[in-house]
């Protein structure tokens, strides 16, 4: 059951049983809709004097780990603030005399997006905890060494490979992303990261995240998160939820792991080769259950190793770089007009197409993604438009930067018969500078950009054929 954010007031009777009562807040508590968007899991604890709440948010595959943050009273109601460096959220934890925690938040998007949130809130049943066995118990006991190691980690390095695998059918995709971090504590970090696009460095200086695109001296940024500073994930693993277990006593690398094994939420299983003399994390694997796969090997770690100050700092105007954000927020308007970045691009045939090839015909572009809602309710749309202009010099092509594997079997499924094309580094996607998807780009007959929409607007998009002469 969800109550409008501004119908709380009603619930402040509730404080006084609150007050009175012992320590009503503590405990574990699980959001009563279980096809909740917003938080699925609060936990909350005592610390001496302070309250502190573990928050677990609705994600796919398994809940996203907000982490833990403390709480502070505001108008006498136990107020939580988390900052996800790209939004900061304002949770009330507000319990009721009959049992029930209600819980209401709301973001504030910090990202330039413009998105706004109405706010919600939502009732929270307490958990009865399961207490661990023997085995455990000695697997969570590893884990809260790990996690401690985390949160007072030294000055470090690391170079890791992550492979993401996919089954579909007979066939397999795999994408391999290549990093290395720098760590200075408490709360700088720079990451360099190779994932086979568009080469991108990150570097959070303890007040603002900066991600930097070299190639194109591009940027955005956003407050730093005060929770995620990069190895949130190992620093709460004493806080892991699901059924836990050690499996098995392998090397990595060299180094001695003990291997812990996590059974979460949705089938997913995680397994996690913790280092028998540093407590830090070698390996991770993370399987869905579905065909999907992803392994993390953290294959040089040097401690204490330091780092030159100048890798966690960033100044755009020194560079003169501009901000990709703001470029995206104006190309429906900036584009117009302009000649059309040229661009080839294999469709799923393996056969190339060139934007300057099609000079002379009018061009629609529509970026989508299987992944993608908003995409999947306009390619029907999309669809009608190739076959009922194809004859009249107006060629439809998709433009996807998933697997072609995954385009594929989408595509196939659903009948679709314009061409789509693959791109796999997401040039094309920032040649245009592609905030959101579905994304529509229509291109007259000289090359020049004529309709731009971030969604499909149908009727815009009818009226801009019709003034090219093409309805």
Same mark, same amino acid.
């Given at each position: ?142 884990? %809260? ?32 992303? #290549?990093?290395? =971090? ?6 700088? !970090? ?20 900066? #991600? ?5 001296? &591009? ?44 059974? #979460? ?8 080769? =913790? ?21 993390? !090997? ?37 584009? =117009? ?44 749309? =999309?669809?009608?438009?190739? %076959? ?13 930067? &998933? ?15 314009? %061409? ?36 499909? &607007? ?7 054929? #019709?003034?090219l002469g093409a309805w």
């Amino acid at each position: 059951m969800m109550i409008p954010v501004k119908l709380l007031p009603i619930f402040l009777p509730a404080l006084l049983w609150a007050q009175a009562a012992s320590d009503p807040l503590a405990g574990s508590w699980v959001n009563v809709n279980p096809n909740t968007t917003g938080a699925t899991q609060v936990t909350v604890r005592r610390d001496g004097g302070r309250m502190l709440a573990h928050v677990w948010g609705s994600c796919q595959p398994t809940d996203c780990d907000w982490g833990e943050a403390e709480a502070e009273l505001w108008n006498g109601i136990p107020m939580v603030i988390w900052k996800h460096g790209f939004s900061t959220v304002r949770m009330q934890l507000i319990p009721q005399p009959d049992g029930p925690l209600l819980l209401a938040y709301r973001s504030e998007y910090l990202d330039g997006s413009g998105r706004s949130d109405p706010g919600q809130a939502e009732f929270f049943a307490r958990q009865v905890e399961q207490k661990d066995d023997a085995s455990a118990a000695a697997a969570r006991a590893l884990l %809260r060494l790990a996690a401690e190691r985390y949160r007072t980690l030294p000055v470090a390095y690391f170079e890791v490979t992550a492979t993401d695998s996919r089954a579909a059918g007979r066939t397999e995709t795999r994408r391999v992303t #290549r990093s290395k =971090i720098y760590y200075s504590p408490p709360n700088k !970090m720079r990451t360099e990261t190779d994932d086979g696009r568009e080469p991108s460095v990150v570097v959070a200086d303890g007040t603002s995240e900066w #991600r930097i695109y070299p190639a194109a001296n &591009e940027y955005t940024v956003q407050p730093q998160a005060k929770t995620n500073w990069g190895f949130v994930r190992y620093a709460t693993l004493d806080q892991a939820r699901g059924g836990l277990a050690i499996i098995a006593h392998e090397r990595v690398e060299g180094a001695a792991c003990t291997v812990v094994q996590l059974k #979460r939420e949705r089938g997913v299983t995680e397994s996690f080769w =913790i280092d028998d003399t540093s407590h830090l994390v070698r390996k991770s694997t993370l399987d869905v259950g579905t065909g999907s796969h992803s392994d993390v !090997m953290y294959g040089v770690v040097r401690l204490d190793d330091a780092a030159r100050p100048e890798l966690f700092t960033y100044d755009p105007e020194a560079v003169h770089a501009k901000n990709r954000r703001m470029l995206a927020q104006a190309a429906p308007a900036t584009w =117009i007009g302009r000649q059309a970045a040229d661009f080839t691009l294999p469709d799923l045939d393996g056969r190339e197409v060139k934007l300057g090839d099609l000079r002379g015909k009018v061009v629609l572009l529509d970026f989508w993604g299987a992944w993608c809602g908003y995409c999947r309710e306009a390619l029907p749309g =999309i669809e009608m438009l190739h %076959r009922g202009l194809k004859d009249k010099g107006v060629v439809v092509l998709g433009v996807d930067s &998933e697997a072609a594997d995954v385009a594929r079997d989408y595509v196939g499924k659903q009948g679709y018969t314009f %061409r789509t094309l693959l791109d796999a580094k997401e040039s094309v996607v920032n040649q245009f500078h592609i905030a959101g998807w579905p994304t529509t780009i229509l291109i007259d007959r000289e090359g020049k950009v004529a309709f731009y929409s971030e969604g499909y &607007e149908a009727e815009k998009l009818r009226d801009a054929l #019709r003034d090219l002469g093409a309805w």
